[in-house]
Structure formats: C-alpha cells, structure tokens
C-alpha cells in the first residue's frame, strides 16, 4: 500500500519534470490549436507537482509520526504530529495563493486574500514554535526513560 503510492507519486514527479511545457497555458486543448489563458506568473506544471507532492509528503509524515507514537508507546510523539499541523495549513495558505496566480487584485477585490499570506505566516510561526515545544518534550520524555535502564 505504501510502496504503490510512494511508486504513484514518483512516477507523477518524473513525468511532470520531463514534459516540455512550462505551464497549463502552453498545453493545446484536447488537440486543438486553442491555448489556455494564464498569465506570466503562473506556476508550471512542475511547480505545481512539487507543491502537491511535498503537501501529500508532510500528510505522510504526520501519520507516519502518529502511528510511530501508537506503536513504540512514546505518547509525546503525538505531539510532534499536532504541531505539523499549522504547517500543513500555512502550505495550503501558500497553494490557494498560487493557484490565483499571486494576484494583487485579488487582495483588493476579496478581503479574504488580504489576510492569506498574514495568516499563511502566522501558521508558520505557530506550527515552528509548536514542533520545537514537541521536539523538547519528545527529548524529555527519553531522557526520563534512559535514566530508568
């Protein structure tokens, strides 16, 4: 199950980094000779594939540190899995930003967007200061059960 999407997902990276077009706007549509309209500030394709993958990756993770806590019984483990969280929220901050081609009219247009890249920070921020508290409390939590052996 993991190996097939780990499999899935790096198969998608290299094709995304072989095909020629830098972007949506330079793919014909289904044949025809019409293109697509994005502007200069668009993200290529293989932008785009590391965006999603490295949000899919940071998914993978914080299950993968959650099931580690539930399996070895280092409960402060969970931790570390909740302070991922922000972070995954700043990274989807980030990719609706990018997917409105970073546009300055939308700030004016949609109070909305005025906020993102201020909250897409924010999250930063409190997802780093949660990890570092979780990080400390795994180290003590080891350092307790090395001093019982």
């Known amino acids: 199950s993991h190996k097939a999407i780990a499999t899935i997902l790096g198969a998608g990276l290299a094709v995304s980094a072989i095909v020629s077009p830098a972007s949506a706007a330079e793919l014909p549509l289904l044949g025809s000779s019409l293109q697509l309209s994005e502007p ?3 993200l290529s394709l293989p932008t785009w594939a590391i965006h999603v993958s490295s ?3 940071w998914i993978i993770a914080m299950a993968l540190v959650w099931q580690y806590a539930e399996e070895s019984g280092y409960e402060s483990w969970k931790g570390l899995s909740w302070g991922m969280v922000p972070l995954l929220g700043g990274a989807f901050c980030a ?3 990018h ?3 970073n546009s300055e009219s939308l700030e004016v247009r949609l109070p909305f967007f005025q906020a993102l890249v201020a909250l897409q920070g924010a999250l930063t ?9 979780a990080a400390f409390r795994i180290y003590k ?3 307790g059960r090395s001093e019982n052996l």
Not at 125 to 133: E, K, Q, R, S
């Open 40 to 42: 200069s500030n668009a």
């Open 55 to 57: 949000v899919l990756e």
């Open 95 to 97: 990719c609706t930003w």
């Open 99 to 101: 997917f409105f081609y």
């Open 125 to 133: 921020v409190i997802g780093n200061t949660a990890m570092c508290v």
């Open 141 to 143: 939590s080891l350092q």
